[in-house]
């Protein structure tokens, strides 16, 4: 079965500060796609940014990056120049066919 | 980008009685929706998968005669929770898929706070 780790329930992060949130993920599928979601207090999901498993570039989004190792299967999300706005729960996300697996999810904060 | 809605946003009722949500894809059609629930601080757990015209698939211990969803349309999908109790307050959100090209992207719709007094 599918299934999606985030091991840190809370992270903070200075203002304008980078901060690197973890994702592991289990599956014996080889075409998937992994995403991160940001959910803010108005509780509407927002994408964040999209990586499809047969690609090798790691995805990019502005400010929001991704270090995606396939082997290793891991999907790290990078937040450069933090902005108070960023503050939020985010959730990795996999998917695979029509089916969604979610994270546990993790706390920013960021300081001003 | 594909918007999905969901009516109402927040919604108040009464111990015993019935809540209707509704979920809509407003500029494509969607192959298949999705109904979620979280609580606080916690992740979303998937309730069942609803396609067009066919039968709910509800996900294990998701009681399907208290959770009524009907897809009527591509466009629209409704939750029901029938005799609502105060343990069924809860945030549920819908989301809906668009097909890509090896699998489908979901979006996901605002949410509907539902509080059970």
């Known amino acids: 079965a599918q299934t999606v780790t985030q091991s840190q329930p809370e992270m903070s992060v200075q203002e304008a500060e980078t901060v690197t949130l973890s994702c592991t993920y289990d599956?014996?599928?080889?075409?998937?796609?992994l995403f991160w979601y940001k959910q803010p207090p108005s509780r509407q999901m927002i994408l964040v940014i999209r990586?499809?498993?047969?690609?090798?570039q790691n995805a990019t989004e502005n400010r929001f990056s991704v270090n995606f190792q396939k082997a290793a299967k891991s999907f790290s999300l990078k937040i450069s120049d933090s902005q108070l706005g960023d503050a939020a729960m985010y959730f990795c996300?996999?998917?695979?066919?029509?089916?969604?697996?979610f994270g546990t999810g993790t706390s920013l904060t960021v300081i001003p | 980008g594909a918007v999905v809605s969901q009516h109402p946003s927040w919604v108040i009722c009464k111990s015993g009685t019935s809540v209707k949500i509704e979920c809509r894809s407003l500029?494509?059609?969607?192959?298949?929706m999705f109904w979620y629930r979280q609580f606080p601080k916690q992740s979303l757990m998937l309730m069942a998968t609803?396609?067009?015209?066919?039968?709910?698939?509800?996900e294990q211990g998701v009681e399907k005669d208290k959770f009524l969803i009907n897809h009527a349309s591509l466009t629209l999908s409704t939750l029901t929770v029938t005799s609502a109790h105060p343990e069924d307050s809860s945030f549920y959100i819908c989301?809906?898929?668009?097909?890509?090209?090896?699998?489908?992207?979901?979006?996901f719709g605002p949410g509907t706070r539902l509080t059970v007094t």
């Open positions: 990586q499809e498993a047969y690609k090798q």
């Open positions: 500029d494509f059609q969607a192959t298949t």
């Open positions: 599956t014996s599928e080889s075409d998937y796609y």
């Open positions: 609803s396609n067009e015209g066919s039968k709910a698939t509800y």
């Open positions: 989301s809906a898929s668009l097909r890509l090209t090896i699998s489908y992207e979901q979006y």
């Open positions: 996300a996999y998917l695979s066919g029509n089916q969604f697996y």
